[in-house]
């Protein structure tokens, strides 16, 4: 009995460990695109070195993490963003929502037309580790935020371009 409740179990478990793996692209010319890991990562990852300080029991202390991602322009590049009307792409809004709700939000000329908009990464990786499940297996920095703290998105679920009216 207690061998078919944890079969069960586990297979409730699954369908929401696959979906929690893909990404999803809305907005974009043709049908929506789902990417997994495999297949974003094989646009070529980079990594992102941010230094932080951080204060422990004996004082303040300097850290660096490396992370590793995709930066979003590119991701979004690769997947046809420059199909969509010329000039109404350039008043696009792309959000970045994570699978509780939580949503940030990008404009087109910030990701494509300033230096910043280079440093915004769907991050895959820390430290040599793949994320943690905190992050998801896919989240979302913005490395050249003052406060990174509004637009640091954990487990991205969909990328949704929005034009306008």
Do not use: C
């Amino acid at each position: 009995m207690r061998r078919f409740l944890l079969f069960i179990l586990v297979s409730l478990a699954l369908p929401a460990a696959v979906q929690a793996q893909t990404l999803t692209i809305r907005g974009l010319p043709d049908a929506a695109v789902t990417l997994d890991l495999a297949t974003l990562e094989k646009l070529g990852t980079s990594e992102v070195i941010d230094s932080r300080e951080v204060t422990t029991p004996t004082g303040r202390e300097r850290i660096d993490i490396v992370y590793r991602g995709v930066e979003l322009a590119k991701l979004l590049e690769a997947n046809g963003i420059e199909r969509l009307d010329r000039h109404g792409v350039r008043a696009a809004t792309v959000i970045v929502v994570a699978r509780d709700g939580y949503r940030a939000s990008f404009s087109w000329g910030e990701l494509f037309n300033t230096s910043g908009g280079r440093r915004v990464f769907v991050i895959t990786g820390e430290n040599g580790r793949p994320n943690s499940a905190r992050e998801g297996v896919f989240s979302l920095r913005a490395f050249a935020d003052l406060r990174p703290g509004p637009r640091h998105v954990r487990d991205v679920a969909e990328l949704l371009i929005e034009l306008p009216r």
